[in-house]
């Protein structure tokens, strides 16, 4: 047996006896339902998706870029190949690939400074030539002073105007790059003169929550 519809209900805003199919007060205009829950949902099934496509086909963690010649002569010397542990710190001359985009450290090289241009005393500028190619789908931004972090002997350092002024040939590490672009420059940093570690992050993406470790020992 089905039980008849009450003839008024409450509005859930104002408290009033309203007609129980109104959809609007017809107090206080508001909306009656509970949207509110359905809107939760929806916003979180958007995010859910939005993240599917952006992390789809990206890596999680960076990978080594071997060249061509190196593999191929390395399968032939081993017969099959070996399983190699993960690799997750990366060095001068390593080209890195993390979510499409390649960053190579072509070079580390210290300076004394030259004329008006000079460290503080006790110190040297290291400078750190980079080379980031953009094979993803989607116009990157490089920033030398957001896209980088370092550590000299554990502490963190900043990069130093002064030492990539040295050099008039010297590009910064700072624009956009379209795919299938690169883009190559440098980040001078002020250190100790006694140093021992030098530690460099770059973050090609800050959605993605990864970045790729070069280690520069002296």
């Known amino acids: 047996m089905n039980k008849e519809k009450p003839a008024v209900k409450q509005c859930k805003h104002c ?11 017809p107090v206080c205009r508001k909306k009656q339902g509970a949207p509110g829950c359905l809107i939760v949902v929806l916003v979180v099934v958007v995010l859910v998706v939005i993240a599917a496509f952006a992390g789809g086909g990206e890596s999680s963690t960076p990978q080594k870029v071997e060249s061509t010649s190196g ?27 993390l979510n499409g985009v390649k960053t190579t450290l072509l070079s580390a090289e210290e300076y004394p400074g030259k004329q008006y241009m000079m460290p503080t005393d006790g110190n040297v500028f290291l400078v750190c030539q980079f080379e980031i190619e953009n094979d993803s789908s989607a116009e990157i931004t490089v920033s030398s002073m957001v896209s980088f ?15 990539e002024m040295l050099e008039d040939s010297w590009k910064t ?14 980040i001078a940093y002020e250190i100790p003169q006694d140093w021992q570690k030098m530690e460099i992050s770059y973050t090609p993406s800050f959605w993605s929550g990864h970045d790729v470790q070069f280690e520069i020992n002296k």
Not at 18 to 25: G, N, R
Not at 149 to 163: E, H, I, R
Not at 173 to 186: Q, W
């Open 173 to 186: 590490l700072d624009g956009t790059v379209a795919p299938g672009k690169k883009i190559n420059g440098v």
């Open 149 to 163: 972090n370092a550590y000299c002997d554990d502490y963190s350092v900043n990069l130093s105007v002064t030492g």
């Open 15 to 25: 408290k009033s006896e309203i007609p129980y199919d109104a959809k609007v007060c």
């Open 71 to 97: 593999t191929s002569q390395s399968a032939s010397q081993a017969g099959e190949a070996q399983p190699q542990p993960e690799q997750t710190v990366f060095t001068v001359g390593d080209a890195v690939e």
